[in-house]
Nanobody, 124 residues
Framework: QVQLVESGGGLVQAGGSLRLSCAVS????????MGWFRQAPGKEREFVAA????????IYADSVKGRFTISRDRANNTVSLQMNNLKPEDTAVYLC?????????????????WGQGTQVTVSS
């Protein structure tokens, strides 16, 4: 069973930055990509960004393009999300997830393993 553990959340003022990390207990060849999602209170979980373990493609939600950057470290089995110019509407629990589907996807049901999440709060 693959375990995912997120870290790096916290409280930051609008315009500030945070870097989230997701540690993956073990990486298998069938785990094609990793994604970040977020869920704000009273709202549905939404896609944020995704990256494959190999290759240069990435995809982002329109709401975070130009502000967030997803990256991976294959040697250490970690995936990170650098978040700059944070806005109050970015406040949410951020979760990482593992996809076993070939190709990058924004669909939650195509991710099979999920972490517990880390809270990000952006004050105005």
């Amino acid at each position: 069973q693959v375990q995912l553990v997120e870290s790096g959340g916290g409280l930051v003022q609008a315009g500030g930055s945070l870097r989230l990390s997701c540690a993956v207990s073990r990486r298998t060849s069938s785990n094609y990509a990793m994604g970040w999602f977020r869920q704000a209170p009273g709202k549905e979980r939404e896609f944020v960004a995704a990256i494959p373990w190999t290759g240069s493609n990435t995809i982002y939600a329109d709401s975070v393009k130009g502000r967030f950057t997803i990256s991976r470290d294959r040697a250490n089995n970690t995936v990170s999300l650098q978040m700059n110019n944070l806005k109050p509407e970015d406040t949410a629990v951020y979760l990482c997830a593992a996809s076993y589907k070939f190709g990058l996807t924004t669909r939650q049901y195509e991710y099979s393993n999920w972490g517990q999440g880390t809270q990000v709060t952006v004050s105005s």
